[in-house]
């Protein structure tokens, strides 16, 4: 339904942004998202990145048509989800996630059942790192082996003020690889900071 | 380097698709150096036996360098029964032409003519019932029919192909001289029925070969190939120590193999060719290096990080009670640590010239390569062989044993049947199962390659 609504309207463009946004990296959080933002800052009472850009079809309006999902843990960590899907298998979705208060790359626990036993392991959730990227303000470590609901993507991860963020993206049709990581070196060049306020 | 439209198609007709290079073209545009003059060498009595390979070392391991150019040509039969003499003399002569003006070396060519049992059942069936050789450990024919293993899809084609000739040259052009030679020769004779080409990475630096080639078709995933790995995988799989030395596969040497009343296949061997789909995706974005290292070598091993080339001497073969250790701890198995209680020597063996074969060496010659084949690059029924549009990774495998029940006990291990009759149990193509889980075998046949003094239409002189 999304595509045929994408194809309805013509859409062509490789870049979805608010009327508001300029070209150029804007002062703030673009208008027509900004309020979703503002309300996960204030939830988790720290900082948040919010996204200038993001690939099309979809936007970065939290409770907007492309919303795949605000979650937010007991420790404040958060993730907030963006997806667009064409069956059976065209995806475009992005995940931002923040860990207030920590640096450290976060645990994963995988569970298999090997000859009739259950075997849980632990793992790093980002993994296979491949060098630093030089984005504006953000210096991100790019990982291509991720866990969880970050599998099968690109992720960038930096530190910031002793709290650990990151940007990912599916690798998966229409996407190539490096249209992902072009994209990613676009959403992260664009982020800006959200305070909270309350 | 991107590719034109031209690279990518290749002609309808098996002879256009002979003396066509396709993408393959580029592996010489991409590839460091052009190959040197063919040097003299003498032609050994087994077919599978290549001179002169260079062997170097990578990382601190002996790697036995691989042939850049392979190409694969598979055909049928078609000579009246009548004229099956004169098809084999035809045959021998062309060769023996070939053989003169190629000697069998990297630079020069190496070719292998290997015969599928369709052959020996429909041509020349009197004679195989007496001469094709026997196995005394799997009390079988050396030669049966493929199977499908555990791990393979439902719909894996199990092929029936007479004959396959193998061409591996450092010189591509050699190889499309010679296979375009035979073809013409044997017009009337035998019938193309797939044409599979490919190359390997020679590990001399810069992105190498597989990355490159796999970057320029647009193969998804090529970009997370380990820059100079020599296949899309990205580890080294020629190391010396893993490969068998020179005559261990040939038929008499370890004493498997009944050769029946004459020796008519003394100095043969046996080949099984396939080819395997590869998700490079899969691998490279779910399975860190860690991962990686642990399904392709052997849960927990310790190797530094972005090694290519992991050393897998004698002294560190891994048992069978060690793979099913592995399998009890760690629930799952390395696909080099769960093949070696089949691939490799159990105990010292003197071969039948009396050359000594020390425990932990390996049996198999590998001569597998990288292909971008989908799944072939010509076939004379593309339906059957579900010929796809456009570039796929893939592998095409090509391997020497003894016999076919002694590839046969390889690839079970592969899948956690051990020879020993332990069965570690995993579900098709699971994780824990080495790294079955992102290949997919499309195709599978099993062959006896003659040796040279009979490798053109073998038996059909005494039928």
Not at chain 1, 137 to 161: E, F
Not at chain 2, 298 to 324: K, N, W
Request: hydrophobic residues 40%.
């Amino acid at each position: 339904m999304a595509a045929l609504a994408l194809v309805a309207s013509g859409c062509s463009s490789n870049e979805s942004k608010p009327a508001a946004a300029a070209s150029t990296k804007p002062a703030g959080c673009p208008q027509a998202w900004r309020a979703g933002w503002q309300r996960v800052a204030n939830r988790i009472h720290a900082k948040v990145y919010c996204p200038t850009w993001m690939p099309s079809p979809i936007d970065a309006q939290i409770g907007g048509q492309w919303d795949n999902g605000v979650s937010v843990e007991k420790d404040k960590s958060y993730l907030v989800s963006f997806l667009w899907h064409e069956p059976p298998s065209q995806d475009v979705h992005v995940n931002f996630r923040g860990y207030p208060g920590r640096t450290k790359i976060p645990r994963c626990e995988d569970t298999e059942v090997v000859g009739g036993k259950v075997r849980t392991t632990h793992m790093p959730c980002f993994s296979d790192s491949h060098g630093k990227r030089h984005l504006g303000s953000i210096t991100a470590t790019m990982y291509t082996v991720n866990r969880g609901v970050d599998q099968w993507h690109i992720l960038y991860a930096w530190r910031d003020h002793g709290s650990l963020y990151a940007v990912s993206e599916h690798v998966i049709k229409p996407l190539t690889y490096a249209k992902v990581v072009s994209n990613l070196d676009r959403m992260v060049r664009g982020l800006v900071p959200v305070k909270p306020t309350s | 380097m991107k590719l034109t439209r031209k690279e990518l198609l290749v002609g309808g007709a098996a002879g256009a698709a002979l003396g066509a290079a396709g993408i393959y073209e580029l592996v010489d545009r991409l590839g460091d150096s052009s190959p040197s003059e063919a040097a003299s060498a003498t032609q050994a009595p087994e077919q599978h036996l290549v001179n002169g390979l260079r062997v170097e070392r990578k990382e601190g391991v002996e790697v036995v360098v691989p042939l850049r150019h392979h190409e694969v040509v598979t055909a049928k039969v078609v000579a009246p029964q009548n004229e099956l003499l004169a098809a084999q003399a035809d045959l021998a002569a062309v060769l023996a032409e070939l053989d003169a003006a190629y000697p069998t070396t990297p630079e020069a060519l190496a070719l292998s003519v290997a015969w599928g049992l369709p052959y020996f059942r429909a041509h020349v069936p009197k004679a195989a019932d007496a001469h094709l050789p026997f196995d005394r450990r799997a009390q079988k024919p050396a030669l049966i029919d493929a199977i499908r293993f555990p791990s393979d899809p439902e719909d894996t084609n199990l092929e029936a192909n007479d004959v396959a000739f193998l061409f591996r040259s450092d010189n591509e052009e050699n190889i499309r001289t010679a296979a375009t030679e035979i073809a013409d020769r044997m017009k009337g004779a035998l019938a193309v029925t797939s044409i599979r080409k490919g190359f390997a990475g020679q590990m001399d630096g810069g992105k190498g070969l597989p990355k490159e080639m796999a970057t320029a078709a647009g193969v998804p995933g090529a970009d997370l190939i380990p820059d100079g790995a020599e296949l899309f995988l990205g580890f080294t799989s020629t190391q010396r120590n893993a490969l068998g030395p020179a005559k261990i596969v040939n038929f008499e040497t370890l004493g498997l193999v009944d050769l029946g009343p004459r020796s008519y296949f003394h100095g043969g061997t046996h080949m099984h060719l396939s080819h395997i789909f590869e998700d490079l995706e899969a691998w490279y974005l779910n399975q860190d290096f860690r991962d990686r290292v642990n399904t392709t070598f052997r849960p927990h091993m310790l190797v530094r990080p972005g090694t290519q080339t992991v050393a897998q001497p004698p002294s560190r073969v891994a048992s069978e009670r060690e793979v099913s250790r592995d399998y009890s701890r760690y629930g799952m198995i390395g696909h080099s640590s769960s093949l070696q209680p089949a691939s490799r020597l159990q105990q010292d063996i003197h071969g039948d010239d009396g050359t000594l074969y020390p425990k932990g060496t390996a049996i198999p010659q590998r001569a597998d390569f990288n292909t971008l084949d989908n799944p072939f690059f010509w076939s004379a029924d593309p339906k059957g062989d579900r010929m796809g549009d456009g570039p796929a990774a893939g592998l095409h495998f090509v391997v020497f044993n003894p016999t076919s029940d002694d590839f046969h006990r390889n690839r079970l291990a592969m899948d956690g049947v051990m020879p020993g009759g332990q069965k570690l149990k995993f579900p098709p193509r699971a994780p824990g199962q080495g790294f079955n889980s992102i290949l997919k075998t499309t195709h599978r046949q099993n062959f006896l390659v003659p040796p040279r003094r009979h490798r053109a239409f073998p038996l059909a002189e005494i039928s």
